[in-house]
């Protein structure tokens, strides 16, 4: 019983109760490429902090050293896909791919786009989604393009089809030369 000078407590307003939530797991393909500095060293600490912020590493290619693609001159990348597993919405998968680039010293603002970087991240898919947006297009627009990234993603999912095409089909067709699979102990 309540002494008549104490109020009775009542149940917390709506916004404190914590409900259920249905959340979508879904699986995501991240490349990975790095041709600055340690570019082995730097990759397998960007993978590492990326599990450690809470994806789950579902899968990774081996390691490619590829020539480097674009317009200025530059050494050559090394190369790696990896599938997660998350239920971070697409906006905030990116959000997190930016910060691990930050935390290896990436900024976007002061280089050169195509141009040399310590750690780039790129999500190539996120589950079976189609996302147009001004800074994050779902599946990546250029990916079925670009031998770097389909040959690290073909040895994860070789069966996999995007936009209608088979990911070793539009492999087929794009030139492959100067990628080399490196052994796990090269690193280079």
Request: charged share 25%; hydrophobic share 45%; glycine share 8%.
């Amino acid at each position: 019983m309540l002494p008549k000078d104490r109020p009775a407590k009542s149940s917390p307003p709506d916004f404190f109760v914590r409900r259920p939530r249905h959340v979508h797991k879904r699986i995501a393909y991240l490349c990975l490429g790095s041709n600055l500095g340690d570019r082995a060293g730097t990759m397998a600490k960007a993978v590492g902090l990326i599990a450690r912020i809470g994806l789950k590493i579902i899968a990774r290619s081996s390691l490619y050293e590829t020539p480097p693609w674009g317009p200025v001159p530059q050494g050559p990348y090394l190369n790696l896909v990896v599938a997660v597993e998350t239920e971070l919405s697409a906006r905030e998968l990116l959000n997190m791919a930016l910060g691990v680039e930050h935390a290896f010293g990436r900024d976007r603002t002061r280089e050169v786009r195509f141009g040399p970087r310590t750690i780039d991240i790129d999500i190539l898919l996120y589950g079976d989604e189609v996302i147009a947006e001004p800074d994050l297009e779902i599946p990546h627009p250029r990916m079925m393009e670009r031998a770097f990234a389909l040959i690290p993603l073909s040895e994860l999912a070789p069966d996999l089809v995007i936009g209608g095409v088979k990911v070793t089909d539009a492999l087929a067709g794009l030139d492959r030369s100067g990628i080399v699979k490196l052994d796990p102990l090269d690193g280079a």
